[in-house]
């Protein structure tokens, strides 16, 4: 026999199997119930929310013999007979010709589309009402979409239509105000999973709890899509779905490597984060899925640590800034695998607080530091000027103050030369943080005791480029340059 696909036969069967979407399924069967159907609907949500099959239990139910008893007797039904699928009408159903679906985002022709929506015009032949199911109708052409309109305006007698679409602002409003809206929900992990796990067990298949809460989560509210992996899972697993199943099977990298990772750069072990992701790289993980697996994953231990009663997050949201920064810097980029290694070591890299950062510091660092810390604003002044003129003019009006636990306390003589060197602080300690090898911090100060800047030792280029910009920042001494 065959295998049939799981998500074939989790489909479900009456409203009642209809999974995540009580509010829909609650108000269909009250409408139904009361006999107060309409010809139109308008089904939107994201992929794999249940929207065709919705569609395709009300079209059953719409010609569900028992239904129609119901309904003529005044009896309310119960989510569970809708439809009964015992009448020749539901049984017959999936091969009736009086139902037709189509997905309007297939490259069908217009005239096939054309051509299947005039025979809404025909008596249905078997059933009671003739139904259309069409899938992603925000796709259909200008002239199907005017057929469409006018069916449901002036709607040949017994016939129904079910619209669906993930895109509702794609639909003509001249659609969307003339059918009965129908919202579908992202179905939450917490109903995903169990349900996963009691298919299994109707499946005589052994799901591990974990297992199943990892691809719940991967789903990402559609069932369609739990579904399929586990189908992807059940078919490599024998008889048991273990958590290390579904992430093999579906390429993952396991949460102990991820935890392994993350450890490392806590602990700022730079070594252990190069062990760590070389190993994750081995097993030929794309480095974008691997950063996009450690965003999922700390943020599943945030929750971890708020259900625990934690407070303090920020060196988690420190990792996920850098990390979700670091995955849009990859796309595109041909060495993706550098910018992912770059990012964990820059986390990885000692902190120094530099919250209480003095404005100004007096020199009193001792002699040796200060030197260190010229010779680190030399090489990066040097490094930057080369890129920027403009830059560089600044730098020269630089003096070096003081240097200690990473802090490089820069001095300017004018309040506006401190601003402008502010405005491309953020650039110099990027550029220090690569010349030195680890993270530096700049504090910029004024301090009024310094000597007039020496213009006359400057280049003629230089001298130009200093007016210009003490002119942008209207910087006070500007008119000693002209002297
Ligand atoms: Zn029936």
């Known amino acids: 026999m065959a295998y049939e696909a799981l998500y074939t036969r989790g489909r479900p069967k009456t409203l009642s199997q209809l999974i995540g979407q009580e509010h829909i399924s609650n108000a269909l069967a009250r409408a139904i119930s009361n006999g107060k159907i309409s010809h139109a609907y308008l089904l939107v949500g994201t992929r794999g929310t249940g929207k065709t099959s919705t569609a395709r239990l009300l079209a059953k139910a719409m010609n569900c013999d028992k239904v129609h008893e119901a309904q003529e007797s005044g009896r309310p039904l119960e989510k569970k007979e809708i439809p009964c699928n015992k009448c020749d009408a539901c049984k017959n159903f999936d091969s009736s010709p009086d139902n037709v679906e189509f997905d309007a985002a297939s490259n069908r022709s217009v005239e096939d589309v054309q051509r299947l929506l005039s025979t809404a015009y025909l008596a249905p032949l078997r059933a009671r009402v003739k139904t259309f199911i069409i899938d992603e109708v925000?796709?259909?052409?200008?002239e199907a979409v005017n057929s469409i309109l006018k069916l449901i305006e002036e709607p040949p007698p017994n016939v129904a239509f079910f619209l669906a679409t993930t895109e509702i602002i794609k639909v003509p409003m001249t659609i969307r105000s003339r059918c009965q809206v129908l919202n579908f929900?992202?179905?939450?992990?917490?109903?995903i999973a169990p349900y996963l796990l009691k298919l299994a067990k109707r499946l005589n298949v052994t799901l591990q709890e974990d297992a199943a809460k990892k691809i719940a989560r991967l789903a990402e509210g559609s069932m369609r899509d739990a579904l399929t992996y586990l189908d992807q899972?059940?078919?490599?697993?024998?008889k048991e779905i273990t958590?290390?199943?579904?992430?093999?099977?579906?390429?993952?990298?396991?949460?102990?490597?991820l935890d392994e990772i993350i450890s490392a750069v806590k602990a700022k072990d730079r070594a252990a984060v190069g062990r760590a992701i070389t190993r994750a790289f081995s097993s030929g993980l794309a480095a974008n899925a691997i950063a996009e697996s450690l965003i999922t994953r700390l943020r599943d231990i945030e929750f971890e640590m708020l259900d625990a009663g934690e407070k303090n997050f920020s060196d988690l949201d420190k990792m996920i800034d850098a990390l979700r920064k670091s995955v849009s810097e990859m796309y595109g980029s041909g060495i993706p695998d550098i910018i992912l290694e770059m990012t964990l070591m820059k986390l990885a890299a000692p902190v120094q607080n530099f919250a209480a950062a003095p404005a100004f510091v007096p020199t009193s660092a001792p002699s040796e530091n200060l030197d260190a810390g010229r010779?680190?604003?030399?090489?990066?002044?040097k490094s930057l000027s080369a890129e920027d003129k403009f830059l560089g003019a600044t730098f020269d009006q630089a003096v070096v103050k003081n240097f200690s636990g990473d802090v490089l306390t820069v001095a300017f003589k004018s309040d506006g030369m401190a601003r402008m060197f502010e405005m491309s602080r953020q650039r110099f300690e990027e550029r220090a943080a690569q010349v030195v090898g680890r993270e530096i911090k700049i504090s910029?100060?004024?301090?009024?005791?310094l000597p007039p800047p020496v213009f006359n030792k400057m280049s003629e280029t230089d001298r130009s480029n200093l007016a210009h910009a003490m002119k942008t920042f209207k910087a006070s001494d500007v008119t000693k340059i002209n002297d």
């Open 138 to 142: 925000h796709m259909l052409s200008f």
């Open 185 to 191: 929900r992202l179905i939450p992990q917490t109903t």
């Open 233 to 238: 899972c059940y078919a490599m697993a024998d």
């Open 243 to 257: 958590l290390s199943n579904v992430d093999e099977t579906l390429g993952l990298i396991s949460d102990e490597s």
């Open 375 to 381: 010779k680190i604003f030399y090489d990066v002044a």
């Open 444 to 449: 910029v100060a004024v301090d009024e005791s």
